[in-house]
Each structure stands twice: as structure tokens, then as C-alpha cells.
């Protein structure tokens, strides 16, 4: 009996051993290795070991952080509210009126094509799109709505948010969808039969029974958004930075005690935007 | 006994594509009464109720209430309310907010929703849940929420679909009898659909049994039990013997059968089988030509003289007990 219990003992930990072992290298490590560079020093051409608060103090003493943060939560800020939008209104079409399972399964899955490549590809296909001489500019011009090329479409923050909406509403329409998908449909006629008008409906029923699929879609895009540096590089022209650029330009200049600053920064930043999401919701129930 | 204020279907009919789910039904259901839709499950009682709740469109016929034609209508100006199957309580709003919910669609202020809701829970005695969550609840009393809620719009007709079904067979029998109280207080119509005929047998005033879409037989829940009009009726409510030729067929009630153990007289037939009931012995016989019959001996009279298994028995009923039936 004592055999016995010591041996599941020892199963339990073998089988939660590879888990462990694999957050363990890739995720605690690293992240510890970065906590501790941030606090190393740097001159032009080298870094060394250090415990010294420098680099966190050059951060938040410039100008330029505050300003690259602002516009890293007005991505986010402005991503978020249109992906919202957007993935809500894909995935109660998508629960609530397609009727067949078929036509839900094909029409998800065509919401999915757009990842079949890779996200820079996506992201360049809009250039020849929204440049200068491009599709949506010579059509507007052919239409007679412009005169003049629209200079904001491309390498602008528009450009942007676009970039973010498009590649990131799925991440919000799969978790909305699947919440929709578990609201018993009953619950809906029962509304209507207290006299609940359409958007009654959505207001009273759907939308607080769909929160929790709302906040996981929205902890994925914020992350998602705030982490990001590719898109804005490209679709901005270089011509704006978010955090991501930051930490990107810092390593591009061996900077590594700064970058890792900043990546400390933004980690905290990233994990408070989160904790105070999840106070609002308990998405417990949805894992 | 028809008033004014009776709920009338008027060949009422339900198609899903090329599939017939009611099959042009004419009915009406006295105000203030218990009726039970009864039928074994695709007969077409749930869609019927569901047609009457507006829940479902009516494909053709009409359904009047109080003298106005109702089918058009939505479902919250009927004046019907519907309690459904697994109840349907809002899981995110506490037990008062979901009795309230039909008050608060119409704009009520907060103070006398929840008043008029405190009220509705007075009646079905859940007063003191009022602030918990559906899921803090047990099925009984998710039940009665239900109840309340429904009951809050004042409705002129409660539909019930299969609302016992969720519940364990203990506390079925007791919101039977709760159910059964309240609408005896309230005096409103209860529609009930389900697929238990001792449900039916208990509750209703009337039993309403359907069949592929039809009508089977309506009438008081002891006309129907015991005059069974069809061979379908017979063996949906249970507790009848079939006996005769087909074209010319009838039915006995098992209870009504009586056993000859000199086998002297009626019908020649072999016990096959003897069930203790407590209060009744099931003796099942194989008869030759009839097939197999049951005779239900009250305990007193069959333990006065048992009957071995395979023992020879002659079966005989008064003839008054013997229902023709139809097709």
C-alpha cells in the first residue's frame, strides 16, 4: 500500500516532469536572462556585467519612451476596438445564422485562408494596394472621388491599424465564435418570450454570456499588438515606432542591456493590461 | 363549456420541408384547465406547443385566443408564456434579475421589477434564493424560477414542455403535485406536454394524445384510459389486454381481467409469468390465438389462492369492460 502510493507519487511527477522542464528552459530562463541583462552596462562596442539601474533610468527620464509607449496603446487601443467590432459581428453571423453545420465549418474555414501564408507577405500585399499609384488610390481617381492621390493610405498609421485589423480579427472571431457556439439556444427563445426585441437579445443575452470569449480574443490581440515590430516597420515606412521598434533598434546596435530594459518594461506593462482584464471577467469556465 | 375565453386550433399544421410534423389539428382547450399533450417523442405535441408559444411558424391553420387570432403574433403579446424543457434561467443574472427579465424588457424601473419579482417568488416559495445564480440551484428549484418568470407576464396560458423531464423520479412526483397546486390557484390554461402517461393521468383535466401529427383521442384523463378509442391509445396509456380478430378488436383493462383456476370458463391461457407489485400481482399468459395478456389481481385476492407458473387458467371480463376499437 505505502509501495503503491510512493510509485504514483513518483508517476505523478514523471509525467508532469516534460512540461515543467520545457517552461522551465523556454520560457523561465530566458526571461530571467533578460531580467538580469537589463541590468548590465554598455558602452559603444561592448557590454558587460553589472547590477546598476542605469538602463532603466535613461528609460524613463526620455521623452521618446513616452511617446513610443503612447503610440504603442493607441495601436493596441485602436486594434483592439476594430478587431472587436469586426470578429463579434463575423462570429454571430456566424453561430447564429448559419443554420447548417456544413456552411459554419466552410465559411470558418475560408476565414482562415488568409493565414495560409505568412503574415509579411500579407502585410506586403497591401503595398501595391494602398501605394501612391496604387489599386485604391487610381480607382478612387478613376471614380472621380479624388483628385489627388490620398498620401495616408500607405506607410501611415492607418496603414497600420489596417495591417493589425487583418492580420489579427481571427484571433478574435475564433474565441467569440467558439463562446457563441455554447450559449443554448434556448436561452434565446426564452428572451424573445419575455418580449426581448433583437438587439434586447444582444444586449441582455448574448453579449454578457459572450464575455468571456470577448476577453480571451481581446488578451490575444493586445498581446499580440503590443509585441509587434515587423508590421509597423513595414507598413509604416519606418516612419513610426512602437515599443517593439525600440527594443528591435536596440539590439540592431548591440544595445542588449537596453533592449532587455525595455522588453522588462513591456512585460510588465503587457501583464498589468492583463491582469486588469481578467478582473472583469472570469474566463475560467471557457479553458 | 366552450367560453369565450377558450384557446382554439383551427387545423393547424406543421411542415419541415416535405415532412409533416401536425397534420391539420382542430382543438380547443377550455379556459383554466390542466390539458396534457401526450404522445410517444416526433408525434408532433412539442412542435404544436411551440406553434402556440410562436416559437415556431405555423405553417397553415390558425390558433385563437379569447376570440383573437394569435399565429402572427410574437411571442411576447400572445399571451402565452412559455417554461421551457431545461428551464432556459439566464446563467449570468441571479434568480431575481431572470423572474425580472421580461419587466426590465419593457423598461421598467429597477425597484418595482425586482418588487414585482419578489412576489412571483413569494408564490413558488423561492423568496430566499433570490440573489443566487441558476447554477447555484437545484433542478427543482431552477424549476420553480422558471416558473416564476413565466408567470410574471401574467399569462392567460402557461406552456410546459416536458418540464418534469430534467427531474429525478422522487421530485418529479412532488412538483407534479406543486404544479397541479398552482394552477388550481392561479386558474389560468397549463398546457403540458410530455410523454409520461401517468404524468398525464395525474395532472391533466384533460389528455390531448397524439399521434404522427393527429390527434389521437381528447377527452377527460379517465375517458381516455379507460375507453380507449384506438389500439394506439390502448397501448400508449398501458394497462390493457388486446383481444379479438383484426378489423374487430377491443380492449380489456389488465385489472378488469378476471382468472377461472379451474380453467372451466373464457379463455384457455397458461401463466407465464408472475410480477410482485406490492400492491397488485402482474400475471402475464400466454393465451393461444390472443397472444400474451396480463391480468392485474389486487395482492389480497391473488395470494388467496396463487397460481403456480404454467398453471392451466381460464380468462374472463365482464362484457361491459370490453371497448371497441377503431382503426
Request: aromatic share 10%; hydrophobic share 50%; glycine share 8%.
Amino acid at each position: 500500500m505505502q509501495a503503491e502510493r510512493k510509485s504514483e507519487t513518483l508517476t505523478g511527477w514523471l509525467l508532469a516532469a516534460p512540461l515543467t522542464l520545457v517552461l522551465l528552459f523556454f520560457l523561465i530562463l530566458p526571461i530571467a536572462m533578460i531580467f538580469v541583462v537589463s541590468f548590465w552596462g554598455a558602452t559603444e562596442f561592448s557590454i558587460y556585467p553589472a547590477f546598476q539601474f542605469d538602463n532603466y533610468q535613461f528609460l524613463f527620464s526620455s521623452p521618446v519612451t513616452y511617446q513610443v509607449f503612447a503610440k504603442t496603446f493607441m495601436y493596441a487601443g485602436v486594434t483592439w476596438a476594430c478587431t472587436l467590432v469586426i470578429g463579434f459581428a463575423v462570429a454571430h453571423f456566424l453561430a447564429f445564422h448559419v443554420r447548417s453545420l456544413t456552411w459554419q465549418i466552410a465559411l470558418f474555414l475560408l476565414c482562415t485562408i488568409p493565414f495560409w501564408t505568412s503574415n509579411i507577405i500579407r502585410m506586403i500585399s497591401w503595398i501595391p494596394f494602398l501605394g501612391r499609384n496604387g489599386i485604391a488610390n487610381s480607382t478612387l481617381m478613376e471614380l472621380g472621388i479624388i483628385r489627388e492621390p490620398l498620401e495616408w493610405l500607405l506607410y501611415s498609421d492607418f496603414a497600420v491599424i489596417l495591417a493589425f485589423v487583418h492580420l489579427y480579427t481571427l484571433f478574435m472571431v475564433v474565441p467569440i465564435f467558439n463562446t457563441m457556439m455554447r450559449i443554448d439556444r434556448s436561452l434565446i427563445e426564452a428572451a424573445r418570450d419575455n418580449g426581448a426585441s433583437g438587439f434586447q437579445i444582444l444586449t441582455n443575452v448574448i453579449i454578457p454570456l459572450t464575455k468571456p470569449g470577448i476577453m480571451i480574443g481581446s488578451i490575444f490581440v493586445v498581446t499580440l499588438v503590443m509585441g509587434d515590430f515587423v508590421t509597423v516597420r513595414i507598413m509604416s515606412g519606418s516612419q513610426s515606432a512602437n515599443v517593439g521598434r525600440l527594443i528591435s533598434n536596440d539590439i540592431g546596435l548591440l544595445q542588449y542591456p537596453s533592449a532587455a530594459a525595455t522588453a522588462m518594461v513591456l512585460l510588465a506593462t503587457v501583464l498589468i493590461m492583463i491582469a486588469i482584464m481578467l478582473r472583469f471577467v472570469n474566463i475560467r469556465k471557457e479553458l | 363549456m366552450r367560453t369565450e375565453k377558450d384557446l382554439e386550433l383551427v387545423a393547424l399544421t406543421k411542415r419541415y420541408g416535405d415532412s409533416l410534423a401536425v397534420d391539420s389539428i382542430n382543438h380547443v382547450f377550455p379556459a383554466g384547465g390542466y390539458v396534457c399533450l401526450l404522445g410517444p417523442s416526433g408525434c408532433g405535441k412539442s412542435s404544436t406547443l411551440r406553434m402556440i408559444a410562436g416559437h415556431e411558424s405555423v405553417t397553415e391553420g390558425s390558433i385563437v385566443l379569447e376570440g383573437a387570432e394569435i399565429a402572427h403574433l410574437p411571442p411576447a403579446r400572445r399571451g402565452t408564456a412559455m417554461m421551457f424543457q431545461s428551464y432556459a434561467l439566464f446563467p449570468h443574472l441571479s434568480v431575481e434579475e431572470n423572474v425580472a427579465f421580461s419587466l426590465k424588457m419593457k423598461g421598467v424601473d429597477k425597484a418595482t421589477r425586482l418588487g414585482r419579482a419578489r412576489e412571483l417568488l413569494e408564490l413558488v416559495d423561492m423568496t430566499k434564493f433570490a440573489g443566487r445564480l441558476p447554477a447555484q440551484l437545484s433542478g427543482g428549484q431552477q424549476q420553480r424560477v422558471a416558473l416564476a418568470r413565466a408567470l410574471i407576464t401574467k399569462p392567460r396560458v402557461l406552456l410546459l414542455d416536458e418540464p418534469l423531464s430534467a427531474l429525478d423520479p422522487f421530485l418529479r412526483v412532488r412538483m407534479r403535485a406543486e404544479l397541479k397546486k398552482l394552477q388550481r390557484e392561479l386558474g389560468i390554461l397549463f398546457i403540458h406536454v410530455t410523454h409520461g402517461q401517468d404524468e398525464a393521468l395525474a395532472l391533466a383535466d384533460q389528455v390531448v394524445l397524439m399521434n404522427v401529427g393527429r390527434i389521437e383521442q381528447a377527452g377527460t384523463a379517465r375517458d381516455v384510459f379507460d375507453a380507449p378509442r384506438t389500439e394506439f391509445v390502448a397501448r400508449f396509456m398501458g394497462g390493457h389486454n388486446i383481444v379479438g380478430r383484426p378489423g374487430e378488436r377491443y380492449a380489456v383493462r389488465s385489472d378488469r381481467v378476471r382468472l377461472d383456476r379451474s380453467a372451466a370458463s373464457g379463455l384457455r391461457a397458461r401463466v407465464s409469468g408472475i410480477e410482485y407489485q406490492g400492491a397488485s400481482v402482474h400475471v402475464a399468459l400466454a393465451c393461444p390465438g390472443e397472444g400474451e395478456l396480463t391480468a392485474v389481481l389486487p395482492d389480497r385476492d391473488f395470494f388467496a389462492a396463487p397460481l403456480d407458473p404454467e398453471a392451466a387458467v381460464g380468462v374472463t371480463w365482464d362484457p361491459a369492460d370490453q371497448h371497441r376499437l377503431g382503426a
